[in-house]
Every structure is written in C-alpha cells, then in structure tokens.
C-alpha cells in the first residue's frame, strides 16, 4: 500500500548533498508570472502563466463563482482562503513517492490482441492495466512541461476531467544505450517436443529460431546458445526439436550456476525462449543471483494465446527482474524484434523513482484494480528502464472541494534514476493553469486513459464497460494524430465476443 512521504524538499536537499549530484531546480522568481526561467546548464522545465484571470459575480449569493483558472478576491486568498471549502484538510502540500510499476512487462496486451483478432474473449485474470500502458506509451516527441537531459526526456501532463477529478502522467524516456563489449549474452532455448517442428517458422520452435537470431545480432559479440535438452548448438540455425521433454527449472539453474554461462554482473543478460511447459512454485533458486547482481532473466514466450501459461512467465521475470515479452504470433514477434530487444540488452535508467509533490487540495486515489507501488519503508525492489525505452505513471487526481483548486499552486514532480554516470535527478515544476492549458496535454492524457479504460474493461466481461471503452478508444484515437495502435485497439475491442455478438 501507499504510504505519504513527508520529507518534502527535505528529500531532494538530501538527494543532493549527500550524494553530491547535480538536480536541475528553480528559485520562486524564476516560476513568475512570464513563466519559469532557466539558467546555464538548467533543464527545468517551463512554468507560469501571464493568462488574464477571469471571474464573475454570483449577486443571488453575494459569494465569487469560480470558474477553473480564477483566483478569490477576498482578503484570505491563497491555501487559506480556499480551505474553507475544504474544513479539516490541511492546507500543506503534499508529498508521495513511487516506484516504477512493472516497466517490463508487456504481454498481456500482446495475448488479448491475439485473442480479440480470433474472436475470443481475454482471460479476465490475465489482463493488466499496467502492461497496457507499457504496450501504448506516448508518442515521441512528448508534449506538456518537459524536461530533458543527454540521458532521458521526462513531461509531466495534467487534465481536468469533470468536477473534481483530474488526471495526471508523468512520462519518462531513456535514452539510447549500447551495451558494454564485456556483456555476458546467454540465449536458453526450448527444443523440448511441446515447441514443435523446428523447420516450419510458425511453429514455437521457428519464432524462437528467429528471435535468437535477433538477438545475435544486436548484442555484443560472444553469444552463447544452450538448450533445455542440452543438445549443443553453434547456431540457431542448428536447432530441431529433439522430440524430448525435460525440465525448463534444472536447464535454468544449470545455465546459471555453470562457469561460461553464470550472470557476474549487472551488464549480463541471460535470454529464456520457451513456451513455459514447467512448473512456477519450483523454479530454481539460483534466479536470485539476478536481483543481486541487477542483472536481467528476460523471459519471451512462444507459446500460443490460447495455452499460455501466464504464471510461470510472470513468476520467472519477476524473480528474474527482467522483461516479460510475448512473441506468440508473426505480428507480435516483430514487435519484440523491433522495440523490445533493444531495451532488454542494456538497462538506460536504474532504481526509477517519482516524488510527488500535489497542491494541497489533491489527492491521489487508488486505482480500481492494481495497487500503485508506493514506497512507503524504502524497500521496493528496484526498477529499471532499458534503452530506448519510456514508461508511464498514470494518476487520477481527486480535489477536495472544486472551488479550492489553486490554478496558481505549484506541482512538482521529481524522477530519481541512476544512469551511466550516477546518481541523477530531473526535477518539473509547473502551476496547475499552466498544465491545464496545455492542448496537446489533454490530448495525449485522453490517449493514456483510453488505453487504462480498455484494460479494465477487459477484466470485466462487462459489455456496459467494453461499449464505454470501444468509444472512449474511438474519441482518443480521433483527437490525437490518428495513432495506428490506438485505431488498431479500436478494431480488435469491436470483436469481443459481447460486442461482436448481434
């Protein structure tokens, strides 16, 4: 569960001292009312707005109807003031912090997509919101008060949905990373009977071939090939089914434990192809060598959607810390050939982390379905970005009362990563009326929660839910740029068997 932090500030002083590394920050002066200045080096980005602020006069009540960017005028204006509309809340602003939630994982989308294109109704369980926000993120270049370093860009993105809900992104992207020469690459390939026949590229076999192949190719010379039935290979083209069944946990922990092919350090990636034919509760010890190391398992599933063993994939990158990637068809296997490998060789960003700090009158609500991962002892594992790759932390803002909502307030958002050359901070600072008028904003905030809107009704088998989603992806993909993934969704959630259904 979330906890509240309440270092405040106190967080990025010592954030800065006692590590001693540079935070890009502003003064008060500089998020005056002709925006947010930045000196030599800063990467703040911009705040402030000179906008006129309107408002109008109830005479019926004698009090000020507030429309959304308008400010009292009596004597208490400010926190003060408006928390009179909001009695026992405490007019300090507020402090959360979060860990990065699942960035790796990305399968469920891929299998409900495979699953809506037959006509076939996803497996409630087996949806997560998280992954479809790792599957859709926002498009480059990313709109709202950015901020932007050598190592990643970062926006933050604020919208006014109705009364008094609000919803809020932060959106961080590393940069593009090559892994070290020295990387240790180990690929496991399954060649047990259940893969099928390794000569017809359909096949699990076939797509694993390939995507070993793949990964030859993008990463640093040396990669080795070993089997779950310990035929040895030189190459992926050498693989054939060896008609055989044998234990994907003892080829794990064999792979792990021997000389030549052990994880030694945070750069090492062992690969693991399969169709995950194997049992979770007895998967190898020696995966916890992964999470010591801040090495990566990546786990890529061949199989098909419709005998997919969800648990023993998500337990294996879990333990294993590394991405969770589903390859079960030719469209989804290009997918991770073309953008999922590149972010599996090398890890961008490491221990990502958000600092909220929300004007007094907000706060965050819990999501319907999936907890958010809050840090409430320091003890969350950690969670690292690979190259090239962005992830998403998507809230929904409650204010206490809709006449306190301060368009003058500050939000500020605060992403720890350490990146290849240490410790580092990217800090945003904008007030609320300036997020609020950002268009494009609003735009890309429809976009995410469509998206969110989507997963969850998948987990329903709601047709109420599933219409409310099938339109809301139809509105998102209409007022952005006419995303093709979006239109994609949009077409796949239209043959859900309770909307397909006359």
């Known amino acids: 569960m979330l906890g509240r932090v309440d270092v405040g500030l106190r967080w990025l002083a010592g954030l800065s001292l006692a590590l001693a590394v540079p935070l890009a920050c502003s003064s008060a002066a500089d998020l005056g009312a002709s925006g947010a200045g930045a000196g030599a080096g800063a990467t703040l980005g911009t705040g402030g707005t000179d906008a006129t602020v309107p408002r109008s006069l109830d005479d019926e009540t004698g009090e000020w109807a507030e429309d959304e960017f308008s400010e009292p005028p009596d004597a208490d204006a400010g926190a003060l003031g408006r928390n009179r509309f909001c009695p026992g809340v405490s007019a300090v602003p507020r402090q959360r912090e979060f860990t990065v939630g699942d960035p790796d994982s990305f399968a469920s989308p891929a299998i409900a997509l495979e699953l809506l294109r037959a006509g076939v109704a996803p497996i409630p369980q087996l949806v997560r919101s998280q992954d479809f926000l790792n599957y859709f993120p926002p498009a480059p270049p990313y709109s709202g008060h950015a901020n932007t370093t050598e190592v990643s860009s970062a926006t933050l993105q604020l919208r006014h949905l109705e009364g008094t809900s609000y919803d809020l992104a932060v959106s961080i992207r590393a940069s593009d990373v090559a892994p070290p020469a020295s990387a240790r690459v180990v690929v496991l390939i399954d060649d047990t009977a259940s893969m099928g026949d390794a000569a017809a590229p359909g096949s699990p076999l076939g797509r694993a071939k390939r995507i070993a192949s793949r990964i030859i190719e993008l990463a640093p010379p040396g990669v080795l ?50 169709d995950g034919k194997d049992d979770p509760a007895f998967l190898p010890p020696e995966l916890e060598r992964f999470p010591i190391l801040d090495a990566s398992l990546h ?74 991962v809050g840090d409430e002892v320091g003890a969350s594992p950690k969670k690292n970005l690979g190259s090239g790759a962005s992830h998403t932390f998507l809230f929904r803002l409650t204010a206490c009362h809709e006449s306190a909502v301060d368009p003058s307030a500050l939000l500020t958002a605060t992403l720890s990563f350490v990146d290849p050359s240490g410790l580092r901070a990217q800090v945003m600072i904008s007030d609320v009326a300036a997020l609020l008028l950002d268009p494009k904003s609003s735009d890309d905030l429809l976009r995410l929660r469509a998206v969110y809107t989507a ?42 068997p309770l909307l397909a259904a006359p």
Do not use: C
């Not at 003892?250 to 052990?262: C, F, G, H, Y």
């Not at 199989?303 to 997919?308: T, V």
């Open 225 to 274: 090939l070993r089997t779950v039935t310990g035929v040895a290979i030189a190459s992926p083209d050498d693989l054939q089914n060896a008609g055989l069944e044998a234990s994907i946990n003892l080829a794990l922990a064999s792979v792990i434990s021997a000389a030549d092919t052990a994880p030694l350090d945070q750069h090492d990636r062992l690969f693991l192809l399969t």
């Open 299 to 372: 786990v890529i599933s061949v199989a098909a959607p419709l005998d997919h063993p969800d648990r023993y994939f998500r337990a294996a990158s879990n333990l294993g810390r590394g991405h969770y990637v589903h390859a079960g068809s030719e469209l989804e296997a290009q997918v991770v050939e073309t953008q999922r490998l590149p972010e599996m060789l090398m890890a961008a960003l490491r221990d990502v982390r958000l600092q909220l700090e929300l004007p007094w009158y907000f706060e965050v609500e819990e999501p319907p379905t999936e907890a958010l």
């Open 455 to 496: 997963a969850e009704a998948l987990k329903t088998l709601d047709r109420d839910a599933l219409l409310s989603a099938h339109g809301a992806v139809l509105a998102a993909a209409k007022a952005g740029t006419g995303d093709p993934r979006l239109v994609d969704l949009h077409l796949q959630l239209a043959k859900h």
